[in-house]
C-alpha cells in the first residue's frame, strides 16, 4: 500500500470515486513518444483548468475504454528508476516549475508508477511539446490533453492564473493543532489509504495537502479545517446544515429542527440519516387489488444528490454564512444553498437532459474528498441521476432554481410522491 498517494490504488486502478478524465494509463514508455506525452499531460493536470485538482498518470497499465487491463503489464525494475530520473529532469522545465508526486506501486506481483499531479497553486504552466518543440499551455478536456491556444481556451486559462480555490487555501486565524489526527486517520480507513501506515501526524498532513509549511511552522488549509476540525464554523461561520420540519406547506409552525456540525462528511452522512427517518416508504391497501400498493415519499437517492451538491458547490467565504438549509413540508422537501451557480451556467443547463458547459467548479478539494468517500458521483452526473431517481419514483420532476442574475441562492425542491399528496400523508 502506497505511503505516498491519498487513494487506494486499486480504487485507482478501478476508477472508484476517480473520474475516467482524471486517470492516464501508459501501458509502456518511450522516450521519444510517451515521456512526452507524460510531461504534457503532468503539465494540464496542473493547469486545473475545471477546479479538479489535477489527477493521476499511471504507467506501465494498459486500458481498454477508459478501463485499467488486469494483471497490469508492468515495467522492469530498472527502468522504473530511468522514468523517474527523466521526469524530474524535464519538470524543471515547465514554466513555472512544477513538479508532481512519483510513486512506484506494486500491483498484481508487477511494478507500475504513479504520477500524482494535483492542481497548481503557480498556475498557468507551460512545458514543451517535445524535446526541441515550442513552449505551450496544455489542459485536461474530458480524457484529452490539449493546447488551450489550438482549441481557443487560453484567455479561460489566464483568467485563473494564480488563483486557488477557496477550500485549497490557507485557513484564516487556524492552527494545526486544530486537526484532528483522529478524523483524518479514520478518513484514510474508510478509503482504505496506505497512507494511514503513516505515523508522523505532520507529514500525514503534508502528504494529504491539507496543510502547507509555512515560515518554519505548518497551516492547515480551509479543506482540512472542513473535513477534519471538530468545528469549523469556529473559522468558517455557516459551515453547517439545518434540517428544518414544518407542519404545513406555507411553512406554518415548526415541528423540529436539527442542526449538523462537524466535518463536512460527518454532517451528510447523520443529516442523511435523520431524513432517512423522516421520509420512508408508505404502503396502502389498494380497494382494487389484493396487493398493497407502495411508494416512497421522496427518493433517498434524490435527497442524497440535491445535499451533496448543496455542500459541494456552495462559498465557504466569510461573505457567504448562511449554512445550507434543508425544509420539509408536507408536500416537498427543498435544498438550498448559497450563493448560486458559477457564471456560466444558466437555468436551461438544469433542465432534464441538458448538455452542462464545462466551467470551473468552485471547490476543488470537496469533491475529491467527498468523491474518496462515495458520497459524491462523478463531475457531471448528479442532475440527470436526480432527475432519473424522481422519475423511477413516479414522482414529479425536481425544481431547480435560482436567481440568474445576482446569483445569491440556488434551490432544489423535490415534490413529494403524488400518493403522498392525495391520501393526506405527510412527513
Known amino acids: 500500500m502506497s505511503l505516498v498517494l491519498p487513494v487506494n490504488i486499486d480504487d485507482l486502478l478501478d476508477g472508484r470515486g476517480i473520474e475516467s478524465a482524471r486517470i492516464e494509463f501508459k501501458g509502456g514508455w ?10 504534457r499531460t503532468i503539465c494540464a493536470f496542473a493547469n486545473d483548468l475545471h477546479n479538479l485538482n489535477g489527477g493521476y498518470i499511471v504507467i506501465g497499465v ?11 503489464r508492468g515495467l522492469e525494475d530498472g527502468r522504473i528508476e530511468a522514468i523517474q530520473k527523466w521526469l524530474r529532469g524535464q519538470c524543471r522545465r515547465i514554466d513555472p516549475v512544477y513538479q508532481p508526486i512519483l510513486s512506484p506501486e506494486r500491483v498484481d506481483g508487477r511494478v507500475i508508477l504513479v504520477v500524482w499531479a494535483p492542481g497548481s497553486d503557480s498556475r498557468p504552466h507551460r512545458c514543451p ?24 481556451l487560453l484567455q479561460q486559462l489566464l483568467q485563473l492564473t494564480a488563483r486557488v480555490p477557496f477550500d485549497d487555501r490557507r485557513a484564516s486565524g487556524a492552527r494545526i ?33 491539507i496543510a502547507v509549511p509555512v515560515n518554519g511552522h505548518d497551516l492547515p488549509k480551509n479543506i482540512g479545517i472542513l473535513m477534519f476540525a471538530e468545528d469549523p464554523e469556529i473559522w468558517l461561520p455557516g459551515a453547517r446544515i439545518e434540517v428544518v420540519r414544518f407542519s404545513t406547506a406555507a411553512g406554518g409552525d415548526t415541528i423540529e429542527e436539527r442542526i449538523f456540525r462537524g466535518g463536512l462528511h460527518e454532517q451528510l452522512r447523520n443529516a442523511l440519516r435523520h431524513l432517512e427517518g423522516l ?14 400498493g407502495s411508494w416512497v415519499d421522496y427518493p433517498l437517492s434524490a435527497i ?5 451538491n448543496a455542500v459541494y458547490h456552495r462559498s ?3 461573505d457567504v454564512p448562511e449554512p445550507v438549509k434543508v425544509f420539509l413540508y408536507p408536500d416537498r422537501l427543498t435544498v438550498t444553498s448559497h450563493p448560486g451557480p458559477v457564471p456560466g451556467l444558466r437555468p436551461e443547463h438544469f433542465r432534464p437532459q441538458a448538455p452542462t458547459p464545462s466551467v470551473p467548479a468552485r471547490n476543488r478539494r470537496i469533491g475529491e474528498f467527498l468523491k474518496d468517500l462515495g458520497l459524491a458521483e462523478g463531475r457531471g452526473t448528479g442532475l440527470p441521476k436526480l432527475f432519473q431517481t424522481m422519475r423511477d419514483n413516479g ?14 441562492y440556488f434551490t432544489v425542491t423535490l415534490p413529494a410522491h403524488p400518493n403522498t399528496r392525495s391520501a393526506g400523508i405527510g412527513p
Do not use: N
Open 304 to 308: 442524497r444528490e440535491a445535499l451533496v
Open 30 to 39: 518511450d522516450a521519444q513518444t510517451t515521456a512526452w506525452q507524460v510531461l
Open 316 to 318: 465557504y467565504e466569510a
Open 129 to 152: 511539446e517535445s524535446g526541441k518543440g515550442p513552449f505551450r499551455h496544455w489542459v485536461r478536456l474530458g480524457p484529452e490533453t490539449v493546447d488551450v491556444e489550438r482549441c481557443g
Open 395 to 408: 414522482s414529479p420532476e425536481p425544481i431547480v432554481d435560482f436567481d440568474a442574475d445576482s446569483r445569491t
Open 279 to 292: 421520509v420512508g416508504r408508505t404502503i396502502v391497501k389498494q380497494d382494487h387489488s389484493f396487493q398493497a
Open 62 to 72: 494498459d486500458e481498454q475504454g477508459g478501463q485499467a487491463l488486469r494483471p497490469v
Open 177 to 209: 493543532e486544530d486537526l484532528r489526527e483522529g478524523k483524518v486517520r479514520e478518513f484514510l480507513h474508510d478509503i482504505r489509504s496506505g497512507l494511514l501506515e503513516e505515523k508522523s501526524a505532520r507529514q500525514l498532513y503534508r502528504k494529504m495537502r
